[in-house]
């Protein structure tokens, strides 16, 4: 076998041009443990499953090599698939993987059936249409590697993936511009310099700049008549029994690699874009600054702040203080100001002073409730939020970076997850408080045993009510062999949340349309936690919720079934310009969502905090009537911190600020959320657009502008009518979203200030805090 290979390996060198391919035809199939992959004729690339953690995940690697290299995944943030899996090339020129309860998951998307599957010498994997036309290839969905020959097209991009053995999605991108430039940013970032951490310098060479591989690992780039306008490596090395290839690495460094394919052996980097590890901008997550330390990178983090997660330097820092609610002292007491030098962050200000000494920064800080962090520059005082992002050590920097920190904590009071600083509901605090002081008073009259039935009766409580009266209205157990009758096979799919896909089925007996939703990131061990939500989420009943109709629940499968609307999300009629609603039909909408929230929040039994309130998950009924969904979710979900990593201060999206801060998170975070919401409704745009000029980017702090300047029809244009109206709802928009949840109205007091029924004070500046309500 070892000298079959040899020469097979042998010929690699000799053919690479002539592209040879072994063909693969229809109604072909692969299976994890015979037959796992399609291998090119040299044996050194084949295409198939490879071993992913406990499973296997499809895609092209070197076969030819005692190491498994992977250059290539088909959908790669899915998760790997036990060995009863199956890859067809169907007989409708699909390449599939269907699961052993024949669920389907298409890995190439090409825009037509294929006839015939290739995979090739040079590592790609291709489809051709009847004529004999490339319509898909692996070479143009790249994933963390080039090979040779291989181009990196305008506007593609190579992703690193997580790890050094995992393939999943991870941190970093290097992206071949439309402007010429290839440059290296973190995943989630917009494509400007301020977020970019190296860059080949050839903007402006115009569209279809590709950047090639070659055999010999030369990198360059070429414009679009093809002519040379940089070499990013000389390339030079040995190409006889020798494969060099590129990769983005995990660290967001790229390299050449190469391997001598006749001898045992790691590849061996020839080749870095940069020697300085903390070059990848937020290696060390948030709060925390990467510092170079003998070649290798190493993690601090701000003072005051503890790892949280201690070995893994991705998860960031967060405060080792208690964080006191800004408004209950006056002046600097609690907090005092730690300065970190030599150091470079983001720099994203949400107010910049003009200052004479690097004292009045950190007056200014301290007196400013918003004030987290300051850089201080040159006479400049830039006021930040947290987290701080980005950090790394830098000896020219003239920063000073300038912390506000409080009193330490223990670490024991730290490590709660988030959710679980939802406070518990306040009926129940209520309830409890006053069995409290009743239960004491009875235990003065009457002794212990009193006492001792009440906690009881107080315990019972909840038990009552799940077996109680409400039967009629609670959602129907379901199995999952009915679900995907309903559904078809889960064939139709409308939509993808954060929480997991929603299909449409069809109830055969009541002819009802419905949605359903298949959870994919439930907490596996929250069996009880479940069903108890479950029954919460039945027990609502509201003109603007969606009805929870049933649900199924397995040993692995987590499925709710919801009533069907018809007309999509209000994000989907808000931002299309064909259906966007008129002013006033808006006004009702915000008005009708209110009245679903306040339900949740103050009027159903058990109090529901929705945590994630946006337009996505606002759907819309066939009278255009619009429907809350997926609240009560929010506790099975494991908390997600890409959430809190992509929604950053400025851009921080619909999430509250006390997400982001060691702050319990209460119904005023869903204020928060409707506050960003129901700016966009009036307005009729999305809160972040950076196609807009840059004052107006950010809806927040443009509305506010414009309110301040008493430039409302700029924001109102032609179409609204009464400006008086439009005006109240921009109000009750800029109350919500302040930074302070005490200052935030009740979703109560929100729905009577757009009734019309309470006057609304002027709102307070954003950035000022002691303005009370
Ligand atoms: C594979 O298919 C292509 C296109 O149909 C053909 O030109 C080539 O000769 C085939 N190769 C092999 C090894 O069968
Ligand atoms: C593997 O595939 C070959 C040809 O593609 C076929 O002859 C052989 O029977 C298959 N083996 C198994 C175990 O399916
Ligand atoms: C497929 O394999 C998985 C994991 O080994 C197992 O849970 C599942 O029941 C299998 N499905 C069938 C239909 O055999
Ligand atoms: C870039 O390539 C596309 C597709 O091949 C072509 O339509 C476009 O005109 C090219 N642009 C330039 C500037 O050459
Ligand atoms: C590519 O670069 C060459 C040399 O600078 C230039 O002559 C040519 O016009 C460029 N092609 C394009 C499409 O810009
Ligand atoms: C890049 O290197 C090649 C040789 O490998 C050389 O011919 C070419 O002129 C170089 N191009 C630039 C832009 O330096
Ligand atoms: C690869 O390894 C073989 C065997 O050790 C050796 O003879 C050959 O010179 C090596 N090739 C290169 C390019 O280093
Ligand atoms: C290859 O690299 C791994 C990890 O870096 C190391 O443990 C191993 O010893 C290396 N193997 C050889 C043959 O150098
Ligand atoms: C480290 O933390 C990040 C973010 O919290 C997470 O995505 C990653 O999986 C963790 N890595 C390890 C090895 O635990
Ligand atoms: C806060 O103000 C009160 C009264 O104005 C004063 O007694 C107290 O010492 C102040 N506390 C701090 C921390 O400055």
């Given at each position: 076998?070892?000298s079959?290979?040899?020469?097979l390996l042998?010929?690699?060198s000799?053919?690479a041009s002539?592209?040879r391919?072994?063909?693969?035809?229809?109604?072909?199939s692969?299976?994890?443990?015979?037959?796992s992959?399609?291998f090119?004729?040299?044996?050194?690339y084949?295409?198939?499953?490879y071993?992913q953690g406990n499973?296997?995940?499809?895609?092209?690697?070197?076969a030819g090599i005692s190491?498994?290299?992977?250059?290539?995944?088909?959908?790669?943030?899915?998760?790997?698939?036990?060995t009863?899996a199956?890859?067809?090339f169907?007989?409708?020129?699909?390449?599939v993987?269907?699961s052993a309860q024949?669920?389907?998951?298409l890995?190439d998307?090409p825009?037509?059936?294929?006839s015939l599957a290739?995979?090739s010498d040079s590592g790609?994997?291709m489809l051709?249409d009847?004529?004999?036309?490339?319509i898909?290839q692996?070479?143009?969905h790249p994933?963390?590697t080039l090979l040779?020959?291989q181009?990196l097209?305008a506007g593609?991009?190579l992703?690193?993936?997580?790890?050094?053995?995992?393939?999943?999605?991870g941190?970093?991108?290097?992206?071949m511009?439309h402007?010429?430039?290839?440059?290296q940013?973190?995943v989630?970032?917009?494509?400007?310099?301020?977020?970019?951490?190296w860059?080949?310098?050839t903007?402006?060479?115009?569209?279809?700049v590709?950047l090639n591989?070659d055999?010999?690992?030369?990198?360059?780039l070429l414009?679009?008549?093809?002519f040379n306008?940089?070499?990013?490596?000389v390339?030079?090395?040995?190409?006889?029994?020798t494969i060099n290839?590129?990769?983005?690495?995990?660290?967001?460094?790229?390299r050449i690699y190469?391997?001598?394919?006749?001898r045992?052996?790691n590849w061996?980097?020839?080749w870095?874009?940069t020697?300085d590890?903390c070059?990848?901008?937020g290696?060390?997550?948030?709060n925390?600054?990467?510092v170079?330390n003998d070649?290798e990178?190493e993690c601090r983090c701000?003072?005051q702040?503890?790892f949280?997660?201690?070995g893994n330097w991705?998860s960031?820092?967060e405060?080792?203080?208690?964080?006191e609610?800004?408004?209950?002292?006056?002046?600097?007491g609690?907090?005092?100001i730690e300065?970190?030098?030599f150091?470079?962050?983001e720099?994203?200000p949400?107010?910049?002073?003009?200052?004479?000494?690097?004292?009045?920064?950190?007056?200014?800080?301290?007196?400013?409730?918003?004030?987290?962090a300051?850089?201080?520059?040159?006479?400049?005082c830039?006021?930040?939020?947290?987290p701080l992002r980005?950090?790394r050590?830098?000896m020219g920097s003239t920063n000073?970076?300038?912390?506000?920190?409080?009193k330490?904590i223990?670490?024991?009071d730290?490590?709660?997850p988030?959710?679980?600083?939802?406070k518990p509901?306040?009926t129940i605090?209520i309830?409890?408080v006053?069995?409290?002081?009743?239960?004491?008073?009875?235990?003065?009259?009457?002794?212990?045993?009193?006492?001792?039935?009440?906690?009881?009766?107080?315990k019972r409580?909840?038990?009552?009510d799940g077996t109680g009266s409400?039967?009629?209205f609670a959602?129907r157990a379901?199995t999952?062999a009915?679900l995907?009758?309903?559904?078809g096979?889960?064939?139709?799919?409308?939509?993808?949340?954060?929480?997991g896909t929603?299909?449409?089925?069809?109830?055969?007996?009541t002819q009802?349309?419905i949605?359903?939703k298949?959870?994919?990131?439930?907490l596996?061990?929250?069996e009880?936690?479940f069903q108890?939500?479950m029954?919460v989420?039945?027990?609502?009943?509201?003109?603007?919720?969606?009805?929870?109709?049933g649900?199924?629940?397995?040993?692995?499968?987590r499925?709710?079934?919801?009533?069907y609307m018809?007309?999509?999300s209000?994000?989907d009629i808000?931002?299309?310009?064909?259906?966007r609603?008129?002013?006033?039909?808006?006004l009702?909408?915000?008005r009708?969502?209110?009245?679903g929230i306040?339900y949740?929040?103050?009027?159903?039994?058990?109090?529901i905090i929705?945590c994630d309130?946006?337009?996505?998950?606002?759907l819309i009924?066939?009278y255009r009537?619009?429907?809350v969904?997926?609240?009560?979710?929010?506790?099975?979900l494991?908390?997600d911190q890409?959430?809190t990593?992509?929604?950053i201060?400025?851009?921080?999206?619909?999430?509250?600020p006390?997400?982001?801060?060691?702050?319990?998170?209460?119904v005023?975070a869903?204020?928060?959320?409707f506050?960003?919401m129901?700016?966009e409704?009036?307005?009729c745009?999305k809160?972040?657009?950076?196609?807009l000029?840059?004052?107006?980017?950010i809806?927040?702090?443009?509305v506010y502008?414009?309110?301040?300047d008493?430039?409302m029809?700029?924001l109102?244009?032609?179409?609204?009518?009464d400006k008086r109206?439009?005006?109240?709802?921009?109000?009750?928009?800029?109350?919500?979203?302040?930074d302070?949840?005490?200052?935030?109205?009740?979703?109560?007091?929100v729905?009577?200030?757009?009734?019309?029924?309470?006057?609304?004070?002027i709102?307070?500046s954003p950035n000022?805090f002691f303005?009370?309500i």
């Open positions: 076998m070892a079959i290979l040899f020469f042998l010929s690699v000799f053919t002539a592209q391919q072994t063909n693969i035809s229809l109604r072909s692969l299976t994890p443990l015979t037959n992959s399609w090119s004729p040299s044996g050194l084949a295409f198939g499953f071993r499973g296997y995940s499809i895609g092209v690697f070197l190491l498994n290299t992977v250059v290539w995944s088909a959908k790669r943030d899915d998760p790997p698939v036990p009863n199956t890859l067809l169907s007989s409708d020129g699909r390449v993987l269907q024949g669920d389907e998951t890995i998307s825009s037509q059936p294929a290739a995979m790609n994997f051709y009847s004529d004999g036309k490339i898909w692996s070479f143009d994933t963390d040779p020959t181009q097209k593609a991009e992703v690193s993936s997580a790890s050094e053995t995992g393939h999943s999605t941190f970093y991108r290097l992206k511009q402007d010429g430039h290839l440059v940013y973190p989630d970032t917009q494509d400007t310099a301020p977020y970019s951490y860059a080949s310098g903007n402006g060479y115009g569209d279809n590709t591989l055999q010999d690992g030369h990198l360059y414009n679009a008549t093809l306008i940089k070499n990013i490596t390339g030079g090395y040995p190409t006889k029994e290839m590129m990769k983005l690495d995990a660290d967001g460094i790229f190469s391997k001598n394919l006749t045992n052996g061996s980097a020839e870095s874009s020697e590890k070059d990848p901008k290696s060390c997550g948030l925390g600054y990467c170079m070649l990178a701000l003072p702040f503890a949280v997660n201690q991705t960031g820092c405060r080792a203080f208690r964080a609610s800004c408004k209950d002292k006056n002046g600097s609690a907090y005092t300065e970190v030098r150091t470079d962050w720099d994203v949400y107010s910049t002073l003009s200052v004479t000494a690097k004292g009045d920064c950190e007056q200014a800080c301290l007196e400013d409730c918003n004030c987290e300051a850089l201080f520059d040159d006479g400049k830039r006021k930040q939020r947290l980005f950090g050590r830098n000073f970076a300038l912390v506000k920190v409080g330490p223990s670490p024991m730290r490590n709660e988030i959710i679980e600083k939802k509901s306040r605090v309830v409890s006053s069995f409290v002081a009743f239960g004491l008073v009875m235990f003065a009259i009457f002794g212990i045993i009193i006492y001792r039935y009440h906690v009881l009766a107080y409580v909840p038990n009552n409400n039967q009629e959602p379901f999952f009915e995907g009758n309903f559904t096979g889960f064939k139709e799919e409308i939509g993808r949340g954060s929480f929603v299909y449409k089925g069809l109830i055969p007996s009802k349309v949605a359903v298949r959870l994919e990131k439930v596996a061990e929250g009880r936690e108890n939500e029954k989420i039945g027990k609502t009943h509201h003109r603007n919720l969606v009805r929870l109709l649900y199924c629940h397995d040993e692995h499968n499925l709710l079934v919801y009533e018809s007309n999509g209000l994000a808000l931002f299309s310009p064909e259906k609603p008129c002013f006033i039909e808006r009702e909408i915000a009708n969502i209110a009245r306040v949740l929040h103050e009027e159903c039994e058990t109090q929705h309130i946006k337009p996505q998950n606002i009924d066939k009537c619009p429907k969904s997926d609240f009560g979710l929010a506790k099975l494991k908390p890409t959430n990593f992509t929604g201060r400025g851009t921080r999206g619909y999430v509250a006390e997400w982001h801060r060691n702050m319990p998170v209460t005023k869903d204020v928060y959320s506050g960003v129901l700016l409704i009036t307005c745009r809160n972040v657009d950076y196609s000029p840059e004052a107006e980017a809806l927040e702090v443009w502008q414009c309110f301040q008493g430039g029809d700029k109102a244009g032609d179409e609204v009518a109206q439009f005006e109240r709802m921009v109000k009750v928009g800029l109350w919500c979203t302040l302070e949840p005490s200052l935030r109205p009740s979703m109560k007091k729905l009577l200030m757009l009734e019309g029924t309470v006057e609304i004070p709102p307070p000022s303005t009370a």
